[in-house]
T-cell receptor, first 111, second 113 residues
Framework: RKEVEQDPGPFNVPEGATVAFNCTYS??????FFWYRQDCRKEPKLLMS???SGNEDGRFTAQLNRASQYISLLIRDSKLSDSATYLC????????????FGKGTSLLVTP | NAGVTQTPKFQVLKTGQSMTLQCAQD?????MSWYRQDPGMGLRLIHY???????DQGEVPNGYNVSRSTTEDFPLRLLSAAPSQTSVYFC????????????FGDGTRLSIL
C-alpha cells in the first residue's frame, strides 16, 4: 500500500498564529489531493482540494509540489475553532475512486 | 438534503453476533465506500462499490460483506463479530470524478465485547 505520511503533532499554537502542516505521498501516480478536517469523534469533512497551482480559501492556503511529492496546508490567523485533526488525502490513479488517508495532524489553538 | 445517512450511531455486540450497518445517500452518487477508523491507524478502506451490483474489496475486507442492490444503499454486514472489529465505521459517497471529494456519514461507533 502506498503511503501518505503526516506529522501527528500535536501542534499547540496561540490564537492569531500562523501554522503549517506538510504531508508526503509515496505514489507518483497520485492524481487528486485534498485536506480534510476531522473534529473529535466526528466524520471527516472536506476543508479544501489542492491544485497544482496552489489555492487559497480565506485563511487557508494549500500547495502541491509534485516533483517532491508533498502537500502543504498553511493556516493564518488561527482561531480557537481551528482546533481539529487535519487529514491529508490522496487519490491514486490506479486505485479507482478510493482515497488514501494520512493519519492526521492534530492542531490545538489556545487563547 | 440529508447527504449520507448511517444507522445505527452506536452499537454494542457480543462476540459471534452478526449485524448490518446501514448507509444511504440521496445525492445519486455512483461511488460508495466503507472505512473503519482506529486510534493511530487513520481511515482504512473496507469495501467499495462503483455502482449497483458492483462491489470490490478494499484494504481490510476480512470479516465483512457488502452488497449494492440500489444506487442509494450500501449496507455493511459483520458476519461473526470479533473484538478486533471494535471501531468507528464511516460510509462515504462521491460522484465519478476524482477531483470531487467524498461525502461522509457521521459514523457508527461499534463495540464488540
Amino acid at each position: 500500500r502506498k503511503e501518505v505520511e503526516q506529522d501527528p503533532g500535536p501542534f499547540n499554537v496561540p490564537e492569531g498564529a500562523t501554522v503549517a502542516f506538510n504531508c508526503t505521498y509515496s505514489n507518483s501516480a497520485s492524481q487528486s489531493f485534498f485536506w480534510y478536517r476531522q473534529d473529535c469523534r466526528k466524520e471527516p469533512k472536506l476543508l479544501m482540494s489542492v491544485y497544482s497551482s496552489g489555492n487559497e480559501d480565506g485563511r487557508f492556503t494549500a500547495q502541491l509540489n509534485r516533483a517532491s511529492q508533498y502537500i502543504s496546508l498553511l493556516i493564518r490567523d488561527s482561531k480557537l475553532s481551528d482546533s481539529a485533526t487535519y487529514l491529508c488525502v490522496v487519490n491514486e490513479r490506479n486505485s479507482g475512486y478510493a482515497l488514501n488517508f494520512g493519519k492526521g495532524t492534530s492542531l490545538l489553538v489556545t487563547p | 438534503n440529508a447527504g449520507v445517512t448511517q444507522t445505527p450511531k452506536f452499537q454494542v455486540l457480543k462476540t459471534g453476533q452478526s449485524m448490518t450497518l446501514q448507509c444511504a445517500q440521496d445525492m445519486n452518487h455512483e461511488y460508495m465506500s466503507w472505512y473503519r477508523q482506529d486510534p493511530g491507524m487513520g481511515l482504512r478502506l473496507i469495501h467499495y462499490s462503483v455502482g449497483a451490483g458492483i462491489t470490490d474489496q478494499g484494504e481490510v475486507p476480512n470479516g465483512y460483506n457488502v452488497s449494492r442492490s440500489t444506487t442509494e444503499d450500501f449496507p455493511l454486514r459483520l458476519l461473526s463479530a470479533a473484538p478486533s472489529q471494535t471501531s468507528v465505521y464511516f460510509c462515504a459517497s462521491s460522484s465519478f470524478d476524482r477531483n470531487q471529494p467524498q461525502h461522509f456519514g457521521d459514523g457508527t461507533r461499534l463495540s464488540i465485547l
